[in-house]
């Protein structure tokens, strides 16, 4: 494959939740990728850390940490690994972060196995309209998450996006079992954590899973709660319209979430047991 065919839409992974709000949250990266741009060059990994790692490209081959030097961008040592539940993982979303601030969208993105973290919903509604996933503690969890290497000035303008409604935290590798593709471990990273907590399912008091089909949770949401409804409804798709539009109805969404008896204050994740 040239990299004529790596670029996002041809791999069809261009789209932007963001812009899209019932496609949240996105496509994501299934296998190590470099991110540059329009494109997704394959990242093949090895052993002697991420930098070393190879990247395919006819004009833009060779060790990571070349490949960034070429591209003007900081090495792996200067960027920070940060876990992604939601659509930073989607290419597609991460790159529109980047590029409306006219930010180089130069990220190495990888496929990171760890434990000891599930995936819900936070407990608010976001500027896009959708209900956007949040992490939580789940000691016998073992999952497969995408982690985004980003330099300071892509960090700063990621979490410009998350807040206020989320805060970044750091996270030891050795807790949470950290495991790149190489077989090497990752000594830690950061990941974002609702500061409104996560919902709830009503019928086992667990929290609800996130990541998935956004109409159709919102379309739950919505029959489980006939001021919901009232305020949002009939569908989804009204749901995200009217909530991407205005500010108020967010806040009086967010806030029937708790009056429904719906949110978890789960605010932390605090280190695994053992």
């Given at each position: 494959?040239?990299?004529?065919d790596?670029?996002?839409?041809?791999l069809?992974?261009?789209?932007?939740?963001?812009?899209?709000p019932?496609?949240?949250?996105?496509?994501?990266v299934?296998?190590p990728?470099l991110l540059?741009?329009a494109?997704?060059?394959?990242l093949h990994?090895r052993?002697g850390?991420l930098?070393?790692w190879?990247?395919d490209?006819?004009?833009?081959g060779?060790?990571l940490d070349?490949v960034l030097?070429?591209?003007?961008?900081p090495p792996?040592?200067g960027?920070?690994?940060v876990?992604?539940?939601g659509?930073?993982?989607s290419?597609?979303q991460?790159?529109?972060?980047?590029?409306r601030?006219?930010l180089p969208?130069?990220?190495?993105?990888?496929p990171?196995r760890?434990?000891?973290?599930?995936v819900g919903?936070?407990?608010?509604?976001?500027?896009a309209?959708y209900v956007?996933a949040?992490p939580?503690?789940a000691?016998?969890?073992?999952?497969?998450?995408v982690?985004?290497?980003?330099?300071?000035?892509q960090?700063?303008?990621?979490d410009?996006?998350?807040l206020?409604?989320?805060?970044?935290?750091p996270?030891p590798g050795?807790?949470y079992g950290?495991?790149?593709?190489s077989?090497?471990?990752?000594?830690?990273?950061?990941?974002y954590?609702?500061?409104?907590?996560?919902?709830?399912?009503p019928l086992?008091g667990?929290p609800?899973?996130?990541g998935g089909?956004q109409a159709?949770?919102?379309?739950?949401?919505l029959?489980?709660?006939?001021r919901?409804?009232?305020?949002l409804?009939p569908?989804?798709?009204?749901?995200?319209?009217?909530?991407?539009?205005?500010a108020?109805?967010?806040?009086?969404g967010?806030?029937?979430?708790?009056?429904?008896?719906?949110v978890?204050p789960?605010?932390e994740l605090?280190?695994p047991?053992g």
């Amino acid at each position: 494959m040239t990299t004529q065919d790596r670029g996002l839409a041809a791999l069809g992974l261009d789209g932007v939740p963001a812009l899209q709000p019932l496609t949240y949250p996105g496509l994501p990266v299934t296998a190590p990728s470099l991110l540059t741009g329009a494109e997704l060059l394959p990242l093949h990994a090895r052993t002697g850390g991420l930098g070393a790692w190879t990247v395919d490209g006819s004009t833009a081959g060779g060790p990571l940490d070349a490949v960034l030097g070429r591209l003007g961008q900081p090495p792996v040592a200067g960027r920070r690994p940060v876990i992604a539940v939601g659509s930073n993982a989607s290419p597609g979303q991460l790159a529109h972060k980047l590029t409306r601030l006219g930010l180089p969208s130069a990220v190495p993105m990888v496929p990171v196995r760890l434990s000891g973290i599930g995936v819900g919903c936070s407990a608010h509604i976001g500027r896009a309209g959708y209900v956007a996933a949040a992490p939580y503690p789940a000691p016998a969890t073992r999952a497969t998450l995408v982690v985004s290497w980003l330099d300071a000035t892509q960090l700063a303008a990621v979490d410009a996006t998350e807040l206020p409604n989320y805060r970044r935290v750091p996270l030891p590798g050795d807790a949470y079992g950290m495991t790149l593709p190489s077989g090497e471990r990752l000594f830690g990273a950061y990941v974002y954590v609702s500061a409104r907590g996560v919902l709830a399912d009503p019928l086992t008091g667990l929290p609800r899973p996130g990541g998935g089909d956004q109409a159709a949770l919102l379309d739950v949401l919505l029959d489980a709660s006939p001021r919901l409804r009232e305020l949002l409804g009939p569908d989804a798709a009204s749901w995200v319209r009217r909530a991407a539009a205005d500010a108020e109805l967010r806040a009086r969404g967010t806030l029937l979430f708790a009056e429904e008896g719906w949110v978890l204050p789960w605010t932390e994740l605090p280190l695994p047991p053992g």
